[in-house]
């Protein structure tokens, strides 16, 4: 089956921070970031249904190198992702985002 990936606008806006703190930690790093990010998108678009449940539909993903987590749901052919997160932020954060 095709699947289409859509990022909802709150994930967008945890990439973007995220891409400024690595950014501010060492110049290039975020583009580092946002190349294994890109690869897990990309893992997750070919093969959603192989990552596990994290809370009721929402599956997790980790990103390669780095400590996030893509968070997402199937729903139909669609894979909505609805955060991009460190993977020690506070469960609660992610919870409503489902």
Known sequence: MKY????RRVAELD???AFNHYESVRLGLGHDFLLCLEEALSKIERTPKQYQFMHKELRRCLVHRFPYVVLYFIEDSCI???AVLHARKNPSSWDERT
Do not use: F, H, N, Y
């Open 4 to 7: 289409t990936l859509t990022v």
């Open 15 to 17: 990439i973007t921070e």
């Open 80 to 82: 909505i992702v609805t």
